[in-house]
């Protein structure tokens, strides 16, 4: 009996070393199981293509080696070595390809669930993975493993998409950075779109405000040519009817300056959205209560006078009576005009008349007084009161007129008291007002208040 060479190359198909076994060729065997279990850790370690290549060159060559070191004398007959090489190696290789198709079908699995964007399938499917599977084909196995990596990431980045929903767009730029990276593994775009999807489907739930934040920063973000452009549409059509609504909601909160920037904004950048002509309407709300404000705080400030604005809602200035708001130099004449020459209120007022210091204005008459209690004569003379007054059209805040409004009134009378406690000279002139009636005041301001 000699060896067979077809048992021998048979039985080192198998790896184990058994055709070298059947030889008699003890330290070969050995040698060839221990350099197939390197070669076979090593494939699971790189799990790369020259390592399967490395395992098929080192199949072939114990193959042949089995032939050609056959042909001596043996101790078993032909027969029975090829049934034992045949009984060690044929289950060998079915084990080899079935692991193989098993690998196959899983991988075909995760394919078709990375098609349909489903992460769970994908995950699902890779848990279905054996050890035989990585053996039979490491370098298919550790791609799913790459896919459920990129899984595991996009779920935690949907996680952390929630959490820009308060407008938090420097998170929101992060997120689109890791949605980056997870597009550069390959077949990935469904995976990524669907998270994408399902964040932006979310952003029109939150507050108006929040989202006008998200959906402009969707909008203005830089192109990539890639799935995640659709978001640059999506935030497009998000943005005017989120910041027509954000505006409103400042309004609500008599934010009205930041409400006007967004009216304008959206105006401007949307001029033909839907809602577009219902914020031109709003807006023409929202400036005049800026301007209100404005006038408010320069009246509070004492400041109109010097910095005149405009209030378009106020009354015009026009014939008829026009009501004043009176700011300037108090003086105890404007008390006394008809209360419905006067307000208080900006909003109802058509000029606003700022008054300066009183003035000694033309002289009327010189009359001789003497002091009670002493012989000598002095003179009074009296005058007109002037007030001087620039008047302001409240609707538009230019200046109406700049004029010095003379009162008459009673001049020389019998007996003038005087208060000042001050000892005239002999002989002099004083200076004196009139003392206006309330028809006297009335007369003056008159033209100003009263158009004909």
């Known amino acids: 009996m000699r060896d067979d060479r077809l048992a021998a190359a048979v039985g080192n198909a198998s790896l184990l070393g058994i055709g070298y076994l059947l030889l008699r060729r003890w330290r070969l065997a050995i040698a060839a199981q221990l350099m197939a279990v390197a070669l076979v850790a090593l494939l699971l370690v790189e799990k790369a293509l020259w390592c399967e290549i490395a395992l098929a060159v080192w199949w072939v060559a114990v193959v042949v080696h089995g032939w050609t070191a056959a042909g001596k004398p043996g101790t078993r007959s032909v027969r029975e070595q090829r049934l034992i090489a045949l009984g060690v190696t044929i289950p060998v290789l079915l084990t080899g390809v079935f692991f193989r198709v098993e690998a196959a079908g899983i991988q075909r699995e995760v394919a078709e669930a990375r098609a349909a964007g ?54 929101l730029a992060e997120q689109f950075e890791k949605l980056t990276a997870v597009l550069a593994k390959p077949g990935h775009d469904k995976t990524v779109e669907k998270v994408l999807d399902e964040y932006l489907g979310s952003l029109s739930k939150q507050s108006s405000c929040d989202t006008v934040k998200l959906a402009t920063w969707l909008r203005d973000r830089q192109k990539t040519q890639n799935v995640l452009d659709k978001a640059g549409p999506v935030g497009d059509g998000l943005v005017p009817g989120s910041q027509f609504a954000c505006a409103q909601s400042e309004a609500k909160a008599a934010q009205w300056r930041a409400a006007s920037y967004r009216y304008r904004e959206l105006i401007a950048r949307y001029p033909k959205a839907s ?29 109109y006078c010097d910095k005149p604005a405009a209030y378009g809602g106020a009354p015009r200035y026009r014939r008829g009576v026009n009501r004043a708001l009176f700011l300037g130099e108090t003086n105890p004449h404007i008390a006394r005009l008809p209360r419905q020459w006067m307000t208080d209120v900006p909003t109802n007022a058509s000029v606003v008349i700022c008054t300066g210091a009183l003035e000694d204005g033309p002289a009327i008459r010189t009359c001789p007084y003497t002091r009670e209690g002493q012989t000598y004569t002095f003179y009074r003379t009296f005058r007109k009161v002037v007030v001087p007054v620039k008047i302001y059209a409240m609707r538009t805040g230019r200046l109406v007129k700049n004029a010095k409004v003379a009162i008459d009134g009673e001049a020389c009378p019998l007996v003038y008291t005087d208060t000042s406690g001050l000892l005239p000279l002999v002989g002099s002139t004083i200076s004196t007002p009139v003392e206006p009636s309330d028809a006297n005041v009335r007369a003056a301001f008159q033209p100003l208040l009263v158009r004909p």
């Open 118 to 171: 489903d992460c769970a399938g994908i995950t699902a499917a890779q848990q279905k993975v054996r050890y035989g599977d990585r053996i039979a084909d490491a370098a298919g196995i550790d791609r799913l493993d790459v896919d459920v990596d990129a899984c595991a990431q996009l779920q935690e980045i949907a996680r952390m998409l929630q959490g820009t929903l308060p407008g938090h767009t420097n998170l």
């Open 275 to 303: 809602v577009t002509s219902k914020a031109r309407a709003a807006l023409v709300v929202a400036t005049l209560q800026v301007q209100l404000l404005d006038i408010r705080n320069l009246i509070d400030a004492g400041e």
